[in-house]
């Protein structure tokens, strides 16, 4: 077990009618709202008016930044920290999904300075001040309401990257898990993998820490035993329930205690999916992790079959493992080749450049010169 | 699932050398501290010395209460908050175990009113401000380390009662395993009972919670695992980490989300045991859990199949599943009958007579008129 530290200062209210009580919430931090949501499904389900009355029925002024790209870019932080700048807000408040979270986050830490929001991504920003942040959740995914990270986009330079810092985590979340409801089935889907793929990054990081991995195994068993059924009940509150709060424990920390790092490498070349051709996240992870398990296989044999085994609860070869793994992520209608999304098309030598632009690797299994091709490969067999 | 809220501000810093960063944190706080400490050990290992001396390095001024009992009691909560009020101290520092550090929640309510301790846990006075508490642990068991709880005897009374508000977090605990390493085999033994029975707490609370479940299980299996290792090994550094990892677990909220309450039966029947008898608390534990899931298995029998089934990896009755958890508190020393304390020639309805006056009963399982008689009868056959 390696040294660590817990902390995780978030506030999470789940349930139904959490959002009751979010005006008065808000009220702590001042009166001006900055609020933060995407494109389209915020206003069209009705959350949008709901949101803005508790707002207004507990005097709050609000300010506004719409349509927030589900694989966000920059120009949206900076057009949204801006606002909020000019308003001199006293908090944000991010209605959405992982996208919305995730900006806001680097929108908190960049209105009180003078750097663009990039500068933080690039390392030429530190974060010292953010303004305080409360987010309502829509998407069960990213696990962004409970964690300081966020992810991303600059086309301009065609990089997608991570940052988080202490001061980036939400001060609350909420989460009803009757706001999930109207996601479709593929993004249903595509949320289910991502948390699944948020606790095989822990498990295959650094450091060996039994009772995370108890906790890893417990958080994919119970996204592999309800995810399907809600798959087909998409309207069940219950089962929204469990995968929402699974996706929330996927990512807070809890699967991490004990090691010195996750690996992320299957991130870090999923993004080069998404950033190339718009894939969902989560898409692009159930494509890259069976090619990565394959591709570090001779490396990490017994680590990939202990994760099959205590997973399907049977004994198997770490060929096994990926193979059903594999079949779970086609069976929740993810796609695990880039023929799956449609994309098989493209060429496997933009893909590599993507990666070696942005230096796609691992904290724990490393590509060498070269592997990249062999990996994109795989993307297409 | 039920609606639940998590919120736990206590950041723990866990592993080698972590006290290193002791005086720096604690001087955020101000500058004269109340150093809180049990009887004997923590003098006799170096501890206190040790601290002094970062406080001392960091200039902090140090003002001492020491001598907490093991079970602690209220006169040492009074004592300790009259040397903190009158020395207006910014900050507490409690060294020690659960008893330590639960007193010293108390302590930082109490000093800053005109209330007794005991006011805190009669409903005479409400928490409405603390004293900032930090914690040095030296056992693994109770998880105070990382919940906002206490308990602590009035004997003047005959009551041993529990407090909690989101006042009496600590704001930082340090766990160094190294620390735990002189603890003899049966206070490590007690211990591991203590988290245990934390856990199934949870398990036979109230409200159907199915990623907390498996957290439950991860956890006790973590210590069913790692526990009977250690109890050979004690002076081995990993098995004590792991072990004190999986105490703060088991009472930091990881198995309560989703559930409206845990039952906690278990721990007010054992309060009487400690009461009368001074029963270390995770021997209390071992000696009624097996009596109390007999006494309610006609009730439950398929929850508590459901326990020893998914523990032990075999499908067992709910009879199977009390004998496998006797028989593992009794293979690490734990006694699971008054005589296993050598305290069988007390009187039966002496306990009884706590029981009633302490009203003991659980959040989910209750005591009908007469059941006391029956419990307590199985504490001694």
């Given at each position: 077990m390696e040294n660590f530290t817990i902390y995780n200062p978030t506030t999470l209210h789940f349930g139904k009618d959490v959002l009751a009580n979010l005006g008065l919430i808000l009220k702590e931090y001042g009166s001006k709202v900055l609020l933060v949501y995407g494109k389209g499904s915020v206003k069209s389900s009705g959350l949008y008016d709901?949101?803005?009355?508790?707002?207004?029925?507990?005097?709050?002024e609000v300010f506004e930044y719409g349509g927030i790209k589900s694989n966000p870019v920059i120009e949206d932080v900076d057009g949204a920290a801006e606002v909020g700048r000019k308003n001199q807000v006293d908090m944000i408040l991010a209605v959405g999904g992982g996208s919305v979270i995730d900006s806001a986050k680097i929108i908190s830490v960049t209105i009180p300075v003078t750097h663009t929001g990039w500068d933080?991504?690039?390392?030429?920003?530190?974060?010292?001040?953010?303004?305080?942040?409360?987010?309502?959740?829509?998407?069960?995914?990213?696990?962004?309401?409970?964690?300081?990270?966020?992810?991303?986009?600059?086309?301009?330079?065609?990089?997608?990257?991570?940052?988080?810092?202490?001061?980036?985590?939400?001060?609350?979340?909420?989460?009803?898990?009757?706001?999930?409801?109207?996601?479709?089935?593929?993004?249903?889907?595509?949320?289910?993998?991502?948390?699944?793929?948020?606790?095989?990054?822990?498990?295959?990081?650094?450091?060996?820490?039994?009772?995370?991995?108890?906790?890893?195994?417990?958080i994919v068993k119970e996204a592999m035993e309800f995810g399907p059924l809600l798959l087909n009940d998409l309207t069940n509150y219950d089962l929204r329930a469990r995968i929402m709060f699974a996706a929330t424990m996927a990512l807070n920390g809890t699967t991490m205690y004990g090691r010195s790092s996750g690996d992320w490498g299957v991130h870090s070349a999923g993004h080069i999916l998404s950033l190339l051709y718009d894939v969902p996240h989560g898409a692009s992870l159930t494509i890259v992790y069976p090619a990565w398990m394959r591709h570090f296989k001779a490396q990490i044999p017994g680590r990939i079959a202990e994760l099959?085994?205590?997973?399907?609860?049977?004994?198997?070869?770490?060929?096994?493992?990926?193979?059903?793994?594999?079949?779970?992520?086609?069976?929740?209608?993810?796609?695990?080749?880039?023929?799956?999304?449609?994309?098989?098309?493209?060429?496997?030598?933009?893909?590599?450049?993507?990666?070696?632009?942005?230096?796609?690797?691992?904290?724990?299994?490393?590509?060498?010169?070269?592997?990249y091709e062999a990996l994109v490969g795989r993307f297409y067999q």
């Open positions: 709901q949101v803005k009355g508790y707002l207004e029925q507990d005097g709050l933080f991504f690039s390392g030429k920003a530190r974060a010292v001040k953010a303004v305080p942040l409360v987010a309502v959740l829509t998407l069960a995914a990213t696990g962004s309401e409970m964690n300081p990270f966020a992810v991303v986009s600059n086309h301009a330079l065609g990089q997608k990257a991570a940052f988080g810092s202490p001061l980036t985590f939400p001060k609350h979340s909420f989460l009803d898990p009757r706001l999930t409801i109207s996601v479709p089935r593929d993004y249903t889907a595509y949320g289910i993998a991502d948390l699944i793929a948020h606790c095989f990054e822990a498990w295959f990081g650094n450091g060996e820490a039994s009772l995370s991995d108890r906790f890893v195994i417990s099959g085994t205590r997973l399907f609860d049977t004994p198997l070869t770490a060929d096994q493992s990926i193979d059903r793994i594999e079949n779970f992520f086609l069976s929740i209608g993810c796609p695990v080749r880039l023929s799956g999304m449609n994309i098989s098309a493209t060429s496997p030598q933009a893909i590599i450049d993507g990666m070696v632009s942005n230096k796609v690797n691992g904290a724990a299994l490393k590509f060498g010169e070269g592997e």
